[in-house]
């Protein structure tokens, strides 16, 4: 049997798969935007707190992902086997680039833009919203989109923690040592990062502010 | 050639004996004991070489630095004592590469400190309609194109027009001509200078360039090294007899024409 006879034979189970997987990025990448944004934004007046942050999250993805995940079955709450904690470790892992970009795009404004901003009497948090965040955003969207492309990498690993996704087919694949379940993980995965990739590199070069 | 600084209500800013030295305790000083009246009405130009310490005393104006020894008052007021914000909104500052704001347009930059002081639109449109007239720049055709869409001269304009949006008293321009090319540098300098003339504001501008220094001011004072050492009518300016003012004038001779 091809490959192609197997993937139609399946579609059904590869799709829902695909939607699962697709479903833990997305909200996994929420979480991370959410927290990573506004704190990139709070960290360029701080440095103490900017110090902090950005070890903790670069100590975050030192982490390997599969740890991470083992890591935080025994947390209460956002811990245990399945979704929600895959979801919590995905976001996690996601939080560097998304924080490092913000901040990164945030502080290398042209300086005389800056200068002009001060000296026209803006306060620090007008000049924040109004100036530095509107030119950061091609910045923080290039992270997102490396973020992005990790998390659905990452996220198949998930499926060691009973969270599903396309992991399971890769799973499985390893375990009975057919390439066939390997790859109906694998191409949708692929597949998934290169549509995020291409779209969201649209995005950014439609923000981007010369 | 110190001018003593007098104290009358005329003066809008005003120098007493400032010193400012980049970090607390350290030696090398910026500017030291400059002392010096900005009556109203005046364009005084800030001549200098680069690193002589023209552009610290526009930023001790608007507060962007605080003086490590001495005050600096505008319009009275002891630039310490003032908020910030609102010293700075009642002075427009224009700089080399104008600092526009690249992702707003010529209409939103030039409108920012009216929208930011809570006018209404029609008040901020019209204003910004009669600023691009006034810098010479036709509204219909500029308003909504963003700065990279401008030559250097069209956005060292709206930078003027930006400036004024507020109407405030006084004018700081940090070398606004200086990125320019000769021609539109020539250009600029004489619209400038009857637009001065027109708007009456007061007005303090910073220049390595005699040539400019002689065109536009009604008073030239020159900074070497943090220190004020000559001052005088562009009439005056070159019968001084100071080392530096006869280097600067040795400047003229090597670039003659124009």
């Known amino acids: 049997m091809s490959i192609w006879t197997f993937f139609v034979q399946h579609r059904g189970e590869i799709l829902a798969a695909t939607f699962e997987h697709l479903q833990l990025v997305v909200i996994a990448m929420a979480m991370a935007i959410l927290i990573g944004v506004p704190l990139g934004l709070l960290l360029v007046h701080r440095k103490f707190l900017r110090t902090i942050a950005l070890g903790i999250a670069s100590i975050l993805q030192t982490i390997p992902s599969l740890a991470l995940f083992g890591f935080l079955i025994p947390v209460p709450f956002i811990g245990g086997i399945g979704k929600r904690t895959a979801i919590v470790a995905l976001a996690l892992y996601a939080l560097l680039p998304i924080l490092r970009n913000t901040y990164v795009g945030l502080t290398s404004i042209d300086p005389a833009v800056l200068e002009s901003a001060e000296a026209m009497g803006m306060t620090n948090t007008q000049i924040l919203l109004r100036v530095r965040f509107p030119l950061a955003l091609a910045f923080i969207l290039a992270g997102i989109r490396t973020a992005t492309i990790i998390t659905i990498g990452v996220a198949t690993i998930a499926a060691a923690i009973g969270a599903g996704g396309l992991g399971t087919f890769i799973f499985r694949g390893v375990a009975l040592v057919s390439d066939k379940l390997l790859l109906a993980g694998a191409i949708p995965a692929a597949l998934l990062a290169i549509l995020a990739d291409l779209l969201l590199g649209f995005l950014e070069r439609r923000l981007r502010v010369t | ?258």
């Open chain 2, 1 to 258: 050639m110190n001018p003593k600084a007098r104290t009358t209500s005329e003066n809008l800013i005003e120098f007493r004996d400032v010193f400012f030295s980049a970090h607390r305790g350290a030696t090398g000083e910026i500017i030291s004991g400059v002392s010096l009246a900005v009556p109203h009405g005046e364009t005084l130009v800030l001549l200098g070489r680069s690193g002589s310490g023209k552009t610290t005393l526009l930023k001790l104006i608007n507060g962007m630095l605080a003086p490590t020894r001495g005050e600096v008052l505008v319009q009275q007021r002891c630039t310490t004592d003032w908020n910030l914000i609102q010293l700075r909104r009642s002075i427009g500052y224009v700089i080399q590469d104008a600092g526009l704001f690249p992702h707003f347009t010529v209409a939103e930059n030039v409108g920012l400190i009216p929208m930011l002081e809570k006018w209404e639109n029609a008040r901020i449109a019209a204003r910004v309609e009669e600023l691009l007239q006034l810098v010479g720049l036709d509204p219909t055709e500029f308003a909504k194109r963003l700065p990279r869409e401008l030559s250097g001269g069209q956005r060292q304009r709206v930078g003027v027009a930006r400036a004024l949006a507020a109407n405030p008293p006084i004018l700081l321009m940090d070398e606004p001509f200086g990125a320019l090319d000769p021609v539109t540098r020539t250009e600029m300098k004489r619209e400038f200078s009857a637009l001065a003339r027109r708007l009456r504001k007061t007005i303090v501008f910073v220049t390595h360039d005699l040539r400019e220094a002689l065109y536009l001011a009604s008073r030239i004072i020159l900074l070497e090294s943090g220190h004020i050492v000559a001052s005088g009518s562009p009439q005056t300016f070159m019968q001084i007899d100071h080392p530096e003012v006869r280097a600067f004038a040795a400047s003229l001779a090597v670039h003659p024409g124009a």
